[in-house]
């Protein structure tokens, strides 16, 4: 089994700054691309940051110079520093990981149960 826990969000003023963490843990053997997604009301889920196990980073338009990923190995788990927030930057965060199980299977997706981003303005 494999479990992504988010941590980090809240309510914040337009202008200030928040951090995401998601630790995986459970029986893993590496991870392959690990991912912020964000889901407003009555939208879809977007693609938020994508930081590859080669690291290489992606970022979706509306967040780049605002946001940045990263991510510890060794600690299996993938960060998100936000700063600049708009009110726009409201939803639900949720953490995505490619793992490769200790039994050398892929998890299939891997999901965290999502924090709220809140942004005042």
């Known amino acids: 089994q494999v479990q992504l826990v988010e941590s980090g969000g809240g309510l914040v003023q337009a202008g200030g700054s928040l951090r995401l963490s998601c630790a995986a843990s459970g029986s893993i053997f590496s991870i392959n691309t690990m991912a912020w997604y964000r889901q407003a009301p009555g939208e879809q889920r977007e693609l938020v940051a994508r930081f590859t196990r080669t690291g290489s980073t992606n970022y979706a338009d509306s967040v780049k110079g605002r946001f940045t990923i990263s991510r510890d190995n060794a600690k299996n788990t993938v960060y998100l520093q936000m700063n600049s927030l708009k009110p726009e930057d409201t939803a639900i965060y949720y953490c995505?990981?490619?793992?490769?199980?200790?039994?050398?299977?892929?998890?299939?997706?891997?999901w965290g149960q999502g924090t709220q981003v809140t942004v005042s303005s």
């Open positions: 995505y990981a490619e793992v490769i199980r200790t039994d050398g299977w892929y998890n299939g997706p891997s």
